[in-house]
């Protein structure tokens, strides 16, 4: 079980990652609202195009990660975070340190990832 210390690392891990993510979010908005494009090149054109439709795919994974994120603050407050919901266990503080969004402890994952594998997903 975490400590409460542990724990309060986590949730200031947690909440940085997020403030992160969601001035991110900001910038990118106000970036694409205050543009006046007006390129008479169609090449030029098209690479802007290219690059907005990159950023907005970063920000679409992004937005799925401040979800994650979310959820994992919940499950600090609701005494779960650090626990395995495949089988219970905890989870290895290395890996919550690498992942602290995670669910699944190391060997859970490893075989949800094979049994995906099988399954061609």
Known sequence: MLTKKKK?????????RLDQLLEEASKTV???TDQADNFPDPTDRAALESDRNFLLRIRDRERKLIVKIKEALERLDNGTFGI?????EEISEKRLKARPVTTLCIECKKKQETEEKLRGI
Not at 8 to 16: A, G, P, S, T, W
């Open 8 to 16: 309060e690392y986590f949730r200031k891990l947690l909440n940085e």
């Open 30 to 32: 106000s970036g694409m």
């Open 84 to 88: 395995c919901e495949a089988c219970g």
